[in-house]
């Protein structure tokens, strides 16, 4: 990505704009987990004592994943499963990815 990057922007700090990316990122996704935690609070009780742990990781996604959990003490990989949009429909290309890639458990919760 790196590459991509110098070869696409020319005259800017590549490394600053990944670290502004990555923080927007971290930032994005910290704000995603509290309005979860704030949709469910009966499951952030019954969490309390795990670490939830964020990540943000560049690369193929299905790889990345994989890769990811196969370097760290896992317990399983959660995925989305949802045909709603172009968006989801890709993510459903990486699930089926990680699926076939990993040796982590991989569980894709029902569509409702």
Request: with cysteine.
């Amino acid at each position: 990505m790196i590459n991509t990057l110098r070869a696409n922007i020319h005259g800017h700090d590549i490394g600053a704009l990944m670290e502004q990316r990555t923080e927007q990122c971290r930032n994005d996704l910290a704000a995603e987990l509290e309005a979860f935690w704030g949709r469910f609070p009966q499951l952030k009780e019954a969490m309390k004592d795990r670490k939830v742990l964020l990540t943000i990781l560049e690369g193929y996604p299905s790889s990345v994943i994989c890769h990811f959990a196969s370097t760290g003490k896992f317990d399983m990989i959660v995925m989305a499963a949802n045909k709603k949009s172009y968006l989801a429909t890709y993510a459903c290309r990486v699930t089926k990815g990680v699926i076939k890639r990993t040796k982590v458990p991989v569980v894709v919760p029902a569509v409702r």
